[in-house]
C-alpha cells in the first residue's frame, strides 16, 4: 500500500477523509498531523485523537501550529460547529498524542521514507510552511505533495478565497513556493463530490459509523446555507482519493500563485493556465468522476465499519 501523511483540522470533511484513507486497502497512514483550521488546534487535535480510536487506526497524531505564520487564526465554527465536528461528541480519547510536534514528525517521517511518503494537506498549510523552512529538502523527500485548498475561479469564504488559503495566504504561499509541485485539488474539483441523499444512502448499513457519526456530522455540514440546494461537498476526502487513484481525477499544469497583499484577495489562488511550462508548479484538477468517487469512499467505509 502507497503510504501517507496526513496533516489537518478536523473538521467534518477532514474526519470523512481521514476514514477514507483508513479503510483503503490502497493506503497506509503513517502519521496524522494537526493544524488550527476549522476550530482552534486544541480541538482539531481532540477530535483527530477521538477520530483514531473511533475507526480503529492505530498511528501516531502530532499536534502543529496554534497559529498561522503571520495572522491571527480564522476559524469557521458555522461550517463545522464550535468544537469541529457539528454536535458530535465522539469518546474521550484513550491513546496519548505523539510527544514531537507536528513540524518535527513531518520532517522525520520523510526523512526516513524520501520518495516513498504522500504528504496530503487538508486545511491550512501552516505546518507545512514551517516544515519547508526548518528542512527545505522536505520538497525532495516528499513522494507527492497534495492538497485541498484553492481554487481557480472563485472562493467559498469570500469571493477570492478559499478557507485553507485564506486561514494562512503566506503559509500557502511558501508551500507552492517550494521546489515540488503541488497537486491543487481546489473548490472547482471538490464541489464535484456532493454527499447528496442518492450518495448518502449508500452509507445506511454502516452501523455505528453511520450513526454515531456520518449521519449527525452530514446532517450539520448539509444545513449550512451554501450546502443546502447541493448537498455538502467532502473536500478533504478529494484529496485522499487523488492519492489512492489519480485516474479519477483530470489535472492541467498551470502556474499557481497565492495572494498575499490584497485588501480584498489575500489567499486567492491566482492560476495562470497559459504560463510557460518551465515556470508551472502545481497540477490543478479540474473534473472528477464523482461515481467512481463516491464507490471508493462506500468501499473504504464499510471496512472502517467491519472492523
Ligand atoms: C476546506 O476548508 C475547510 O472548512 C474544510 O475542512 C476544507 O478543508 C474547504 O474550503
Ligand atoms: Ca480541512
Known amino acids: 500500500a502507497k503510504k501517507i501523511l496526513i496533516d489537518c483540522d478536523p473538521g467534518i470533511d477532514d474526519a470523512l477523509a481521514l476514514a477514507l484513507a483508513h479503510g483503503s486497502p490502497d493506503l497506509d497512514v503513517v502519521g496524522v498531523t494537526t493544524v488550527v483550521g476549522n476550530v482552534e488546534l486544541e480541538h482539531t487535535t481532540d477530535n483527530a485523537l477521538r477520530l483514531r480510536d473511533f475507526y480503529g487506526m492505530d498511528v501516531p497524531v502530532a499536534r502543529g501550529a496554534g497559529q498561522p505564520l503571520v495572522r491571527e487564526p480564522k476559524t469557521a465554527g458555522d461550517v463545522h460547529g464550535n468544537t469541529g465536528l457539528g454536535g458530535v461528541v465522539l469518546p474521550e480519547p484513550k491513546s496519548k498524542l505523539s510527544d514531537q510536534h507536528a513540524v518535527d514528525f513531518i520532517i522525520d517521517t520523510l526523512a526516513a521514507a524520501p520518495g516513498e511518503i504522500s504528504l496530503t494537506a487538508v486545511g491550512p498549510l501552516t505546518n507545512i510552511a514551517l516544515a519547508l523552512r526548518k528542512e527545505p529538502k522536505i520538497a525532495e523527500w516528499a ?3 497534495v492538497i485541498m485548498g484553492g481554487s481557480y475561479t472563485r472562493g467559498n469564504t469570500n469571493p477570492a478565497a478559499e478557507f485553507n488559503m485564506l486561514a494562512d495566504p503566506e503559509g500557502a504561499a511558501v508551500a507552492f513556493n517550494a ?3 503541488t497537486v491543487m ?3 472547482d474539483l471538490t464541489y464535484q463530490a456532493r454527499a447528496n441523499a442518492a450518495v448518502r444512502a449508500r452509507f445506511a448499513d454502516l452501523g455505528r459509523l453511520e450513526s454515531e457519526l456520518i449521519t449527525p456530522c452530514l446532517d450539520f455540514y448539509g444545513s449550512h446555507v451554501s450546502y443546502r ?12 482519493a487523488y492519492v489512492i487513484d489519480p485516474g479519477l481525477f483530470q489535472t492541467v499544469s498551470a502556474r499557481v500563485d497565492v495572494e498575499t497583499q490584497g485588501r480584498f484577495t489575500a489567499g486567492m ?9 518551465d515556470v508551472h508548479n502545481a497540477d490543478v484538477a479540474t473534473t472528477l468522476d464523482a461515481e467512481a468517487f463516491w464507490t471508493l469512499v462506500a468501499d ?6 467491519a472492523n
Open 229 to 240: 440546494d447541493e448537498g455538502p461537498a467532502i473536500h478533504d476526502a478529494c484529496a485522499i
Open 269 to 277: 489562488t491566482v492560476t495562470d493556465f497559459g504560463a510557460p511550462s
Open 143 to 145: 513522494g507527492e505533495f
Open 185 to 187: 485539488i481546489g473548490l
Open 179 to 181: 521546489p515540488w509541485r
Open 300 to 305: 473504504a467505509y464499510r471496512n472502517v465499519a
